[in-house]
């Protein structure tokens, strides 16, 4: 029995071996998606992190025997690791140019999606749970009812649960279940609400019994009574945010105005240096000290002041000085040095856009109610904020 | 000079030594003349009027923007030499003195938006771009393509932003309603330069996924994502006529001849490279044939001309001065390199004139003699049916 057992387990191993090979001999993404979509029929916990790598592109086949492997960086940039996509065992290194690519493109990683979300609603990875839901969202089915309760009685994220609330009413609209259980459907979805609820409702519509047909028309326009809210509420967001940015550049104007009666056409240029300032220290950190990334910011705060504080006192000694109460001077002399300024650091930094990182506290969105906000608008707002109190 | 300019000039650069190093041309060495007109359009005419008439070379490879290349336009007609343009460009055009190496719209943006149709099922469209010409008139054909296709005027949407643009926040925003109404949707971007990368940070950011929405560029390359960070652009699509990823023996040859010239093999190569490698051996060829560098001489020799190019094949210089060309598609990786997920069966022969604009469907190119009209009209059978831009 024992033996059975394992030999059985064997052959389902050599299966799935042999199936991941196919993918070599896959000519165009509908055969590709066919190998995907019999690999997730296994069931087979192991195919799991084989698809996720075939999503992001990083498994190859062997250009002479066509055996598939998953690729991780070699040492040599025209090298790749080869890596047994069953049992994880390092095989050696290749030239990129004896591999072949199994070709993904964004159709096929949304079956491959589809075809884990059963598997991966559980996940404990919040992003791959989240994708797992919508597209459980995207192909309603009765089938899938049971497990989409099941994932919504774990689920503690909140835009989680609201995509797996909509997959389930989805599911059960596109169900032949009762009245009741449809109309509590329609009112689940526009309790969530959201863009795509209106769409839901009209393409389900058609095959709805006609006593549901004013439900949808009050669900519908319920949702769309809060949509339009919710712009109002993202454009007056919108509006503080922009005015947030010009409002820290205004003080600094109105500053050097106010105390040294001094129109500074340069400010934008001194706005410039500080932000030059940190791209500096972040290069610095990329380099030296990666792992120190997310406190770029406030390490580039002080020495942008000192940067920008130090030029500012060169221009002041240097120039200014001799202009004070004249101010048709200061503004023409001034403005000789934001051209100075521009000129020097395109000679320095040359004329393409340089990148200031985002760190991870100030990357993504969240949503308060219909208004998705970005975290880095959020603190640009609140340092300007600060700011303007501290002034 | 830009970043991308400065790579090309060195690609041509390499590709002179190399034909020095084979023994030149009909019997003499290459000079190759480097003018710099710093981006300032009235100065392309200004120092392409140098290069013709106080350098008098033979061909002119060069112009970025279509903004530089109209503004070359009267001279190179006026003094009557040749210049090879390798930028993808917004069609509308055929001049006699110009070969057109990059590609027209029915050879970049006509094939991305069959591959979104046909592979991603698109029934939405953004078409975005920098306010100027090159994407107005690409938009101008789009638009009249999707009609023609039956997508409906309210499931296309229309933006332009200024160059350098850099707050996408309300744009994104849009452009997200806009794509969750229901139809899948993409963005056709005609965005140019450094207004892309705060552009695809703003999607990343608020969470819009190459699977959700995918973005098709026609001016993001190999050349503008080296450097950057690309994790969040990934899945991201660019339609070219060809990517450093081509698996061809070409190309090994020609990335290892570029790293070797460059003395760095991080450097990259892109699509207005090869433009210019077809086209220079293009020239090579012609002036052989013509056995010597006579302008009229060689604009004749040049029709015909086939070479091989990078991606495994041979580009031909058509009667309209446009060259044939596969068409990519191409997947951004978070190596900055992209992988081709699409590829015309056949060549495609750029086409000067939009079959799809109502003013110019009527109209074909053809220097050779008799006709030798850049914009002949088959319907009343003139030539200069509609001017020349």
């Given at each position: 029995?024992?033996?059975?057992?394992?030999?059985?387990?064997?052959?389902?191993?050599?299966?799935?071996?042999?199936?991941?090979?196919?993918?070599?001999?896959?000519?165009?993404?509908?055969?590709?998606?066919?190998?995907?979509?019999?690999?997730?029929?296994?069931?087979?916990?192991?195919?799991?992190?084989?698809?996720?790598?075939?999503?992001?592109?990083?498994?190859?086949?062997?250009?002479?025997?066509?055996?598939?492997?998953?690729?991780?960086?070699?040492?040599?940039?025209?090298?790749?690791?080869?890596?047994?996509?069953?049992?994880?065992?390092?095989?050696?290194?290749?030239?990129?140019?004896?591999?072949?690519?199994?070709?993904?493109?964004?159709?096929?990683?949304?079956?491959?999606?589809?075809?884990?979300?059963?598997?991966?609603?559980?996940?404990?990875?919040?992003?791959?749970?989240?994708?797992?839901?919508?597209?459980?969202?995207?192909?309603?089915?009765?089938?899938?009812?049971?497990?989409?309760?099941?994932?919504?009685?774990?689920?503690?994220?909140?835009?989680?649960?609201?995509?797996?609330?909509?997959?389930?009413?989805?599911?059960?609209?596109?169900?032949?279940?009762?009245?009741?259980?449809?109309?509590?459907?329609?009112?689940?979805?526009?309790?969530?609400?959201?863009?795509?609820?209106?769409?839901?409702?009209?393409?389900?519509?058609?095959?709805?019994?006609?006593?549901?047909?004013?439900?949808?028309?009050?669900?519908?326009?319920?949702?769309?009574?809060?949509?339009?809210?919710?712009?109002?509420?993202?454009?007056?967001?919108?509006?503080?945010?922009?005015?947030?940015?010009?409002?820290?550049?205004?003080?600094?104007?109105?500053?050097?105005?106010?105390?040294?009666?001094?129109?500074?056409?340069?400010?934008?240029?001194?706005?410039?240096?500080?932000?030059?300032?940190?791209?500096?220290?972040?290069?610095?950190?990329?380099?030296?000290?990666?792992?120190?990334?997310?406190?770029?910011?406030?390490?580039?705060?002080?020495?942008?002041?000192?940067?920008?504080?130090?030029?500012?006192?060169?221009?002041?000694?240097?120039?200014?000085?001799?202009?004070?109460?004249?101010?048709?001077?200061?503004?023409?002399?001034?403005?000789?040095?934001?051209?100075?300024?521009?000129?020097?650091?395109?000679?320095?930094?040359?004329?393409?856009?340089?990148?200031?990182?985002?760190?991870?506290?100030?990357?993504?969105?969240?949503?308060?109610?219909?208004?998705?906000?970005?975290?880095?608008?959020?603190?640009?707002?609140?340092?300007?904020?600060?700011?303007?109190?501290?002034? | 000079m830009?970043?991308?300019e400065?790579?090309?000039?060195?690609?041509?650069?390499?590709?002179?030594?190399?034909?020095?190093?084979?023994?030149?041309?009909?019997?003499?060495?290459?000079?190759?003349v480097v003018v710099d007109p710093a981006s300032d359009w009235p100065l392309f005419a200004e120092k392409a009027r140098e290069l013709i008439e106080g350098d008098g070379v033979s061909a002119v490879f060069g112009c970025w923007t279509s903004v530089s290349r109209k503004s070359v336009l009267p001279v190179f007609e006026e003094l009557n030499s040749i210049l090879f343009y390798p930028v993808q460009y917004e069609g509308e055009e055929s001049q006699r003195n110009v070969f057109y190496t990059g590609?027209a719209?029915?050879?970049?943006?006509?094939?991305?938006?069959?591959?979104?149709?046909?592979?991603?099922?698109?029934?939405?469209?953004?078409?975005?771009?920098?306010?100027y010409v090159y994407?107005r008139t690409?938009?101008?054909?789009?638009?009249?393509?999707?009609?023609?296709?039956?997508?409906?005027?309210?499931?296309?949407?229309?933006?332009?932003?200024?160059?350098?643009?850099?707050?996408?926040?309300?744009?994104?925003?849009?452009?997200?309603?806009?794509?969750?109404?229901?139809?899948?949707?993409?963005?056709?971007?005609?965005?140019?330069?450094?207004?892309?990368?705060?552009?695809?940070?703003?999607?990343?950011?608020?969470?819009?996924?190459?699977?959700?929405?995918?973005?098709?560029?026609?001016?993001?390359?190999?050349?503008?994502?080296?450097?950057?960070?690309?994790?969040?652009?990934?899945?991201?699509?660019?339609?070219?006529?060809?990517?450093?990823?081509?698996?061809?023996?070409?190309?090994?040859?020609?990335?290892?001849?570029?790293?070797?010239?460059?003395?760095?093999?991080?450097?990259?190569?892109?699509?207005?490279?090869?433009?210019?490698?077809?086209g220079?051996?293009?020239w090579?060829?012609?002036?052989?044939?013509?056995?010597?560098t006579d302008p009229d001489a060689v604009i004749d020799?040049l029709v015909?001309?086939?070479?091989?190019?990078?991606?495994?094949?041979?580009?031909?210089m058509?009667p309209n001065h446009h060259?044939?060309?596969?068409?990519?598609?191409?997947?951004?990786?978070?190596?900055?390199?992209?992988?081709?997920?699409?590829?015309?069966?056949?060549?495609?022969?750029g086409?000067a004139w939009?079959?799809?604009?109502?003013d110019s469907?009527?109209l074909i190119a053809d220097w050779?003699?008799?006709m030798s009209c850049g914009n002949f009209n088959?319907?009343?059978?003139q030539c200069g049916g509609m001017a020349a831009e």
């Open positions: 029995m024992i033996l059975t057992c394992a030999s059985s387990h064997a052959r389902a191993a050599d299966d799935v071996g042999a199936l991941i090979d196919r993918f070599a001999d896959a000519r165009n993404f509908t055969q590709t998606e066919e190998i995907v979509q019999a690999l997730a029929a296994t069931g087979d916990p192991a195919v799991i992190p084989v698809l996720e790598i075939l999503s992001d592109g990083d498994l190859y086949y062997r250009e002479d025997d066509g055996k598939v492997f998953i690729t991780a960086d070699a040492d040599s940039r025209r090298d790749l690791l080869l890596i047994d996509p069953l049992t994880g065992e390092e095989v050696g290194e290749l030239s990129k140019r004896d591999l072949e690519k199994i070709k993904v493109n964004n159709n096929l990683r949304s079956s491959i999606n589809a075809a884990l979300a059963g598997m991966t609603l559980m996940s404990p990875d919040r992003a791959v749970r989240l994708s797992a839901a919508r597209s459980m969202m995207d192909a309603p089915s009765e089938d899938n009812l049971a497990l989409i309760e099941e994932a919504l009685a774990a689920e503690e994220d909140g835009e989680i649960e609201a995509a797996l609330r909509k997959a389930r009413a989805v599911s059960i609209l596109n169900s032949d279940r009762g009245i009741e259980a449809k109309a509590a459907a329609i009112e689940d979805i526009a309790a969530i609400g959201g863009r795509d609820a209106i769409s839901i409702l009209l393409s389900a519509r058609g095959s709805l019994d006609p006593e549901l047909q004013d439900e949808v028309d009050a669900a519908q326009a319920k949702i769309e009574k809060r949509l339009a809210f919710w712009d109002v509420a993202q454009n007056v967001w919108y509006g503080l945010s922009l005015g947030s940015v010009l409002l820290l550049a205004a003080i600094g104007l109105a500053i050097t105005f106010g105390v040294m009666g001094v129109i500074n056409m340069a400010h934008g240029e001194m706005v410039m240096l500080g932000a030059y300032s940190t791209f500096m220290v972040q290069e610095v950190i990329r380099t030296s000290y990666p792992g120190m990334f997310d406190w770029s910011l406030a390490i580039a705060l002080p020495v942008a002041f000192l940067i920008t504080g130090a030029v500012g006192l060169v221009i002041e000694r240097g120039v200014i000085r001799f202009l004070y109460g004249r101010p048709l001077e200061t503004l023409l002399a001034t403005w000789g040095v934001s051209l100075i300024l521009q000129q020097a650091v395109r000679t320095i930094f040359g004329p393409t856009n340089r990148e200031v990182g985002n760190p991870s506290w100030m990357s993504g969105a969240f949503d308060v109610g219909g208004l998705v906000i970005t975290w880095s608008r959020l603190w640009i707002v609140v340092f300007s904020l600060a700011v303007f109190w501290a002034c | 830009a970043i991308s400065t790579t090309l000039k060195d690609a041509m650069l390499m590709l002179i030594e190399e034909q020095n190093e084979k023994g030149g041309l009909l019997g003499k060495q290459l000079e190759a590609a719209p029915n050879q970049q943006a006509i094939p991305a938006v069959d591959y979104l149709m046909e592979n991603e099922g698109v029934e939405r469209w953004v078409l975005a771009g920098t306010d994407p690409t938009n101008k054909v789009l638009e009249a393509y999707l009609k023609d296709h039956g997508v409906a005027e309210e499931d296309i949407m229309i933006n332009y932003t200024p160059f350098g643009f850099s707050d996408w926040q309300t744009i994104v925003s849009d452009i997200k309603n806009f794509g969750s109404e229901g139809k899948k949707t993409a963005v056709v971007s005609t965005i140019n330069g450094d207004a892309n990368v705060p552009f695809y940070k703003e999607l990343a950011n608020q969470g819009i996924e190459a699977s959700d929405i995918p973005v098709v560029a026609f001016s993001v390359g190999e050349e503008e994502l080296a450097g950057l960070d690309t994790t969040p652009l990934v899945g991201h699509l660019a339609a070219w006529n060809y990517f450093q990823s081509v698996d061809t023996d070409a190309n090994y040859e020609f990335i290892d001849a570029w790293h070797a010239y460059t003395g760095d093999d991080t450097r990259v190569t892109n699509d207005p490279m090869e433009a210019h490698y077809i220079f051996n293009m090579v060829d012609a002036v052989e044939k013509a056995g010597t020799a015909g001309v086939a070479v091989p190019n990078l991606s495994g094949g041979y580009s031909a058509m060259i044939t060309k596969p068409v990519l598609i191409g997947e951004i990786q978070d190596d900055g390199q992209f992988d081709i997920v699409y590829e015309t069966p056949g060549l495609v022969a086409d939009s079959d799809y604009l109502p469907k009527n050779r003699a008799p088959v319907e009343t059978g």
